[in-house]
């Protein structure tokens, strides 16, 4: 079993906030790939099904962005998996707006969300990493990525998280280059 957690804040307050893209990469991996309903557990909204041959449970932290390590350790701990099983979707601001990057470990670039799971897991998780871009100064940062996106995004959003639903299949499989090129070649078709 694999533990596909995506980063985000709960309410529907928050529903369009670039910080919460996490959030919608899982409803879209969900509704594409036919996942059972999201059910309350691990202080979580869960939802299982599979990708392929992988069995993959869907997890959104309800506990808020600053201790989503909470909620994902039990989730982790439940099924008696290691940090390796774990896959966080989260918002980068170091990467152009709807670009996706996959890695395991680095930093956590001020991110957290990161922080929070690397703090109750340690750093070793596999990140796909979903560019919203970088407002330009520091001192803009908190509100951008606590603002919706522009109504002018919502197009390229839509096709990205299709993209990222659409071939989540060689994430399930291990094949990270394969996935970002995948994801790539359909956001330019």
């Not at 990140?127 to 100064?137: D, Y």
């Not at 071939?167 to 994801?183: I, K, N, T």
């Amino acid at each position: 079993m694999q533990i596909w957690a995506g980063l985000g804040n709960p309410g529907a307050q928050y529903a369009l906030h670039r910080h919460n893209v996490g959030f919608m990469a899982l409803d879209a991996i969900a509704e594409f790939h036919g996942f059972g309903p999201w059910q309350k557990k691990f202080r979580s909204l869960v939802s299982e099904g599979r990708i392929g041959q992988q069995r993959i449970l869907l997890v959104k932290p309800q506990t808020y962005m600053n201790v989503s390590g909470d909620a994902v350790q039990l989730a982790l701990h439940f099924y008696k998996l290691d940090e390796d099983a774990l896959t966080a979707f989260h918002d980068e601001l170091d990467l152009a707006p709807m670009k996706v990057k996959v890695r395991t470990g680095g930093g956590l670039a001020g991110h957290n969300g990161l922080r929070s799971i690397n703090a109750a897991l340690g750093p070793d998780f596999r990140r796909v990493r979903i560019g919203i871009g970088h407002p330009g100064h520091k001192d803009q940062v908190t509100n951008y990525v606590l603002g919706n996106y522009a109504k002018s995004e919502m197009d390229a959003l839509a096709d990205l998280l299709g993209a990222i639903a659409a071939e989540a299949r060689w994430l399930a499989e291990g094949d990270e280059v394969r996935f970002m090129s995948d994801v790539a070649l359909r956001q330019q078709s």
